[in-house]
Structure formats: structure tokens, C-alpha cells
């Protein structure tokens, strides 16, 4: 098997540091897009603009047929004895052909969805000045700032994020951040967070049932259960003055188990299906929920962690909740033996979580699969993996996840 010595991929980009650990950064709060829009800019500055070629207009198409969209499932009749195994197998394809889908009736309260969407606007009404004391000190993405502060000269993002831990109790217990203002933030978010994870496990379960295994097999797979947890990220991104220069978080795939996202009601997600930019619809009540990297590599690619987008917009803004469901941090994640067989032998080597998702959180978002690291190479027989031509590989490749 290949050695990823990831000291020689494009994570190199970063600092040189311990595989594995995380690097300081330092939040410069005069550069948060919010800052910047406050004090009235009609500009969009440099760092943020992106070429012709990579912008919305350039890369959308503007006659999707309507009825190429993401999944939306009814979960309500997901435990009924007659009708259960219809929304496993909604799901299980969902994740198959499109590694999105948004649930509806899914047993969440719609009294705490709006409260954690209630917090995610009070963080942000918040002076800078008290917006700050929660700045990130690493890396990890916890606390207030963006993703990749840790690198210049690289393209921005037109969001400004507050990562922590909203789950399980271990995590929240341990995190180098306490939100103390609002104060009812860390109850709301404690709350929600436990309950995301109780929709994860579901998901995860159901994921299981349709690929016809047991109901914990693929919570197993990510070491002891409670030591599980969800990272939560609120995004916000700002009215843009020239939407169309810009990504709202540009092109990529997550790293965790599932992501479990809350729309506020405002467009701007959108997945890559078939070379296409399709837009999800924001349904405030819905959840959408994504295939991350680790179920990919444990399904041995059966269950596909899609690229996807956020694109920005010139008008109130929008605001997100990102709930990333990852394993246990000592778990070592490869493709599941149920998923393998001879003529489709395992498609990526096995890798310890933590040093997946700490080297994964230094690359900046790009045209990179990150995932692609840790792909056993192609061999001539037996091998299902579709390799892709020399030039592209490693690359985006859409026809690669649309098989
Ligand atoms: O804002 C959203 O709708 C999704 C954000 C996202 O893709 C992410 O946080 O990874
Ligand atoms: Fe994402």
C-alpha cells in the first residue's frame, strides 16, 4: 500500500509542523467580512475576489431542470413497520447518487432550531470588541474567526464562522471556549447539540440498514460511541456589494461523518451534480444533510461526500448553522470489510482520525480532494477505482462521483 507522508502533499503549503497538530493562528477582527461591510464598503477587497473563470456566473448553468434537486425526505414514517424501509432506502440513495438530501419531519424541535438560529444572529449582533474575546487561537476552528486564518495569500471566504463544540458533554466540557454572552447560548447549544447527534445516529443507522447490516454498524465503526461528538460552526456572510466576485465558502468536501446543516432561509448552498451547480433550496424548517469524507472512505466510496458551495448574495445576508458529526478522535478510519470485496477491493488506506481532520483544517479549501491522500492506488485488475486522467488527478473530477 501506498505511505501518504502528508509532509509531501499540498499540506505542505502549511507551516511545517508535528503531523497531527495544530497550528496558532492569530484573528485580525479589522479583516472579518462583517467588520468590513459595517463600515460601508462597496468594494470587494483583493484577498477576496476571484478569478473569471471560478466565479458564480461563470460556473453556473442557467437551465437546470427543475426537477434535478436534491432529495427532500419525509422522516415521519421512518420507524413504521410497512413503510420504514421506503425512507432507508430514500436515504441510502440519496447518499448514493447524490451524497445530499434535506429530511423534513425529523422530530426536531422547531422550537429549538429557531433558538440556535436566535443565538447564531445575537453572537453576531455582538460588538467586535466582544466578538474578539472569542477569537481562535489555533487551526482547530474553534472560536470566532475563519477557516484557514492560518494562511496568507490565499483567496477569502465571504464568511465570518464561530466553531466550538456543541456535543457530547466530554467536548463541550474540555474546549478552550465558553460563549458566556448571550446568555442563554451555551444552554440553546447544548441542547441542539445533543440532539443533532441523536439525528446523526439515526442517519447513521439508517445508512446501515440500506446497505443491509446491522443497525449500529456504521456508529461502531467510529470507535466507542460516546466519545463521538458534533463540531458546530454559524456562519455568517454578509450583503455582499458585488456578490458575483466572490464564494461564499468556495468549493470543497467535509471532513467529518455527516454534516447536518441549518438553513436560515436564504439561498446560497449548492452541490456539484454532474458538473453541474445545483442550488439547494432553504427550507427554514429542514435540515440538509451531507456525506462526509470518513463515511466515504468507510463505505469504500458506496456513499459519496459531494462538493459542494456556498455562493454569496447582496441582500440581508445569510446565516448557517454547519453541525459536523465526527468520530472518535483515536479512531482509525478505513473501508468497513462489508464494503469490500475482490473485485472491489478497499479504495483507501487506513488513517487515524485526528491527524486526518487536523491536517485536513491547515489546506485551504480549493480544487484539492483532500480525501484523495489516502486513495490506494490503482491497480490494473480488480480495481473499480476510476482513475482519472493524468492532469486531473487529485482534482475535482465530477464524473467520478456521479457513477
Ligand atoms: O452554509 C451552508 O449552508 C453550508 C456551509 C458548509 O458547507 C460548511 O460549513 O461546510
Ligand atoms: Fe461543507
Known sequence: MRKVDMTET???????????????????????????????????????LLPKNLR???????????????????????????????????????????????????????????????????????PMEEKKLYSMKTSSGIGYGRRMAVKEGVRVDWVDRLGFWSASEEHRKRQPLDVICPAAFNATMSQYGDEILKLAHVILSALSRHAGLDGNYLLDRLGETNTAGVRTGMNYYPPCPQPDLVMGIGQHADGSVLTIVQQDGTPGLEVLKDGLWVPIPAIPEAFVINVGDQIQMISNERYKSVVHRVVAGNGSGRKSISNFFLPNWETVVSPAPRFCTRSNPARYQPVKFSEYI????????????????????????????????????????PQRFSD
Open 358 to 397: 487536523t491536517e485536513f483544517m491547515k489546506v485551504p479549501l480549493g480544487e484539492e480532494r483532500f480525501v484523495d491522500l489516502f486513495k490506494v492506488p490503482a491497480r490494473n485488475e480488480g480495481n473499480q477505482y476510476l482513475i482519472s486522467a493524468e492532469g486531473t488527478k487529485g482534482k475535482i473530477c
Open 10 to 48: 499540498s499540506a505542505s503549503r502549511a507551516p511545517v509542523t508535528r503531523k497531527g497538530s495544530e497550528l496558532p493562528v492569530s484573528v485580525d477582527t479589522t479583516k472579518m467580512v462583517q467588520f468590513l461591510v459595517e463600515k460601508g464598503l462597496t468594494e470587494v477587497p483583493p484577498e477576496f
Open 56 to 126: 458564480p456566473s461563470s460556473t453556473r448553468m442557467k437551465n437546470i431542470p427543475r426537477t434535478f434537486q436534491i432529495p427532500v425526505i419525509d422522516m415521519a414514517k421512518l420507524n413504521h413497520p410497512d413503510f420504514g424501509e421506503n425512507v432507508v432506502r430514500e436515504i441510502g440513495r440519496a447518499c448514493e447518487e447524490w451524497g445530499f438530501f434535506q429530511v423534513i419531519n425529523h422530530g426536531f424541535s422547531a422550537e429549538l432550531m429557531q433558538g440556535a438560529m436566535q443565538m447564531c444572529g445575537e453572537f453576531f449582533a455582538l
